[in-house]
């Protein structure tokens, strides 16, 4: 058909004019796909990181902190807030329960953090209250991995070899004594004393007296004093004194959370199926679903196995918690956790979902007012506000100028091709005028101009459809990683603990645009519409051109 | 005799230029026959170009009557005029106005498509009259690729394509040289009476004047010589 050969030489043989206006086309749609994906994204990423609660099925969470509780919530383990931080410690410092010394051992330590347990029960409580729809509990523990060697401590004390010297002067025998020793040898029958013998005994000179047979009875002519020698001898008190080095040790130790969750009510809990990115839900035993990042960062994934003191549990699923007061890396069903931890029956984290959402700062005034002071209640809303970090700033700037930067972009591409096209048909009024001297109708120019406009508008709003798509996917791969994050437990600082055991929680979204249909028809849609709004505008103007005043125009 | 092709009476055509009113033709009365070759001589400026458009339709008169075979083109509405270009008239212009994103061919085929013949008629019909104006063998070339005499060629063929009963030709060698030129006209007028057209020629060349079997002369928008027939 000579009109559809007409356009396509049109738009071949224009190349320059053609492929500028494609340009703009493309580039105007591919701004508001890129822009309002982007914007998509950043209010994605805010939904499920900045919403943490509405994403578990929760409108309240209930958490128990570490004082004096007047309500008839009270803690498991009785006692507040010395019984817990005692908890704490024997935990970190108790190597005892590691095993003998030089074992090789591995063990992870679960510790309370600064949320006290309760018994599960008290959460009939809540449920009972009204406004409440469903009620589920968590327990949420910091855990310690350590593994190595468990130490040797010697102390190496090396004690006496002394030598003590002793130095006393012996009276020698009296005359007395002398004269009784004389006559004890005499009786005894040792020659002693007489001169027939030749023999003199000399005092002093007993030791070797005898020598024969009779010795023993010369020892007992020995007075008393000589006999035996006996003194009291105290040795200097001296206090030893060693230092004793650090035991040598190879103990590795990293830090993770832990949460306990009721695999029997997936609609509410601290990960719901829906937070499953890979794998699935937790059904009961010994499963475990990994928070995505620890997944990555410990080489983990579904299949892999998770020993916790000697109960090993595999990996079913990997999850992306939601950002909040809660969230763990590692979630295993609350039974399993509360055996490990030895906190059986307790929980340290109530979740509630009100039966509307009308009804939830009613139902959080109820709580408080039941469970008293002690009883943390925060809300949506509240655990959202907690977060911080750059996906919160970049959330907000995407709420303030998303829409607006998509309006401008949108009325920039919608503008570009309406003058494009306006230019382009404006360099065309003298041939619009020789096709009508030719006898070409009004309807006829019109329609062809048309065409040829919305030919450029289909093929620039196709390229500019590839180019959003493209764009969006390089923000995808470039684009940068926002973090929010949130800090539990170390409000307050009781004992100076809550720095210790408050747990940072990040999320880092990667900036991402996800495009919908429905995204690129309607970039498609403006080129599309700008282009046949400008083509007709255009066209009629030209077309309307008495002939005579079409040909005067100059080229 | 029989009635005239044309009948102007009292056509005046005045344009706005901002406040002034520019008088491009004043009161002419002019009659021309079916069949008559015309030439219109006169200094640019006097009228020329705006009477052949008032001619072809391409214009209406400020005040005054054309009538052509009769009907006045006053009463006429925009798609009339358009289907009398389409199948009355044939143009040639000065600067030949070839599309020039189109070939020679399709520049022939533009005059007929909206006559409705399908695409091979368009092209044997216009392979045709590229053959009567010499050109068969440029038939795909484009207007950048063909000589000034040879587009005027591609004009005259595209003009003559829908056998149209005037040819209205508005300085059909103004940027020819005078070889060229005279060839032009030559052809016009050789095509013309074969096909038995009528054919108005505005110049300023009298050598293409001297051609013509009446020859109006015109200065400041009105006819000097009386319109008679010859």
């Known amino acids: ?555 | 005799m029989d009635t005239p092709l044309y009948d102007l009476q009292h056509v005046t055509r005045t344009f706005r230029r901002g406040d002034a009113t520019i008088t491009a033709l004043e009161s002419v009365d002019l009659t021309i026959a079916p069949g008559e070759i015309v030439a219109v001589e006169g200094p640019s400026g006097s009228g020329k170009t705006t009477l052949l458009q008032l001619l072809g339709a391409l214009d209406r008169p400020s005040g005054g009557h054309v009538f052509f075979e009769g009907r006045d083109l006053n009463a006429l509405g925009d798609h009339e005029l358009a289907d009398l270009r389409l199948r009355a008239f044939g143009f040639v212009f000065q600067t030949f106005n070839l599309i020039p994103t189109l070939t020679a061919l399709q520049n022939v085929e533009a005059k007929l498509a909206p006559t409705g013949a399908n695409a091979a008629e368009l092209r044997e019909r216009a392979l045709t009259l590229l053959g009567e104006v010499g050109l068969a063998d440029r038939a795909e070339h484009l207007p950048s690729q063909l000589s000034g005499g040879e587009q005027q060629r591609v004009a005259i063929a595209r003009a003559l394509s829908t056998g149209p009963r005037v040819v209205l030709a508005d300085e059909p060698t103004g940027n020819l040289d005078s070889t060229t030129g005279a060839e032009i006209v030559e052809l016009l007028t050789a095509l013309s009476e074969e096909h038995r057209q009528t054919v108005v020629l505005v110049t300023h060349d009298h050598d293409v004047a001297a051609r013509a079997e009446r020859v109006l002369r015109m200065q400041d928008g009105r006819l000097l010589a009386p319109a008679a027939v010859a």
């Open chain 1, 1 to 555: 058909m000579f009109y559809v050969r007409y356009l396509r030489s049109e738009l071949l043989r224009r190349r320059a004019r053609t492929i500028l206006t494609l340009a703009g086309l493309a580039v105007g749609v591919a701004l508001v796909i890129a822009i309002s994906g982007v914007s998509r994204g950043l209010d994605r990423a805010q939904k499920t990181a900045l919403d943490p609660l509405s994403t578990i099925g929760t409108d309240l969470t209930v958490t128990l902190s570490p004082q004096q509780n007047t309500g008839g919530f009270g803690p498991g383990g009785g006692g507040g807030g010395r019984e817990l931080l005692d908890a704490n410690q024997s935990a970190v410092t108790d190597l005892s329960k590691l095993g003998k010394a030089g074992d090789h051992f591995v063990h992870d330590f679960f510790l309370p953090g600064t949320q006290l347990t309760f018994p599960q029960k008290q959460a009939k409580q809540i449920s009972a209250l009204s406004g409440v729809a469903s009620v589920t509990t968590g327990l949420v523990l910091s855990a310690v991995h350590q593994e190595g060697v468990v130490p040797k401590i010697v102390a190496k004390i090396r004690t006496g070899g002394d030598t003590i010297n002793i130095r006393r002067r012996i009276k020698p025998p009296t005359t007395a004594e002398f004269e009784a020793m004389q006559k004890c040898f005499e009786k005894a029958g040792v020659g002693g004393g007489q001169q027939t013998g030749g023999q003199r005994v000399q005092p002093g000179g007993f030791g070797a007296a005898g020598g024969g047979p009779d010795s023993a009875a010369a020892r007992k002519c020995l007075p008393a004093r000589l006999r035996k020698f006996q003194a009291t001898i105290t040795t200097p008190e001296q206090t030893l004194q060693q230092l004793i080095n650090p035991p040598q040790t190879n103990i590795k130790s990293s830090s993770y959370t832990i949460a306990g969750v009721d695999p029997s009510q997936p609609a509410i809990g601290l990960v719901t199926p829906s937070q499953v990115t890979n794998g699935h839900y937790l059904s009961s035993g010994t499963e475990a679903l990994l928070a995505a990042s620890y997944a990555k960062r410990h080489s983990l994934k579904v299949g892999s196995e998770l020993d916790l003191n000697g109960t090993t549990f595999t990996v079913v699923g990997l999850v992306k918690p939601p950002l909040g007061g809660q969230s763990a890396d590692v979630y295993i069903p609350l039974r399993q956790l509360q055996k490990l931890a030895d906190e059986k029956g307790l929980a340290n984290v109530v979740l509630v979902r009100a039966t509307s959402s009308a009804d939830v700062s009613k139902v959080q005034k109820e709580i408080e007012q039941t469970l008293g002071s002690g009883a943390q209640v925060a809300s949506a809303k509240q655990v959202a506000d907690s977060i911080n970090g750059s996906l919160v700033d970049a959330a907000n700037l995407s709420h303030d100028l998303g829409l607006v930067l998509a309006l401008v972009a949108a009325a920039a591409a919608f503008l570009l091709a309406v003058l494009l096209t306006l230019s382009s048909v404006g360099k065309r009024v003298r041939e619009i005028g020789t096709l009508k001297a030719l006898g070409w109708s009004q309807r006829l120019v019109v329609r062809q101009i048309v065409a040829e406009c919305l030919a450029t508008a289909v093929v620039g709003g196709l390229v500019g459809v590839g180019l959003g798509i493209a764009a969006a996917g390089l923000v995808g791969v470039l684009g940068p990683n926002l973090s929010a994050s949130t800090t539990t437990g170390g409000g307050d600082a009781l004992f100076g603990l809550g720095q210790a055991l408050s747990r940072t929680a990040t999320t880092s979204v990667s900036l991402d645009a996800p495009l919908t249909v429905s995204l690129l028809a309607l970039g498609f849609g403006l080129a599309l519409a700008g282009g046949l709004l400008a083509g007709t505008a255009g066209a009629l103007r030209a077309a309307r051109l008495r002939p005579a005043d079409a040909l005067r125009q100059v080229e």
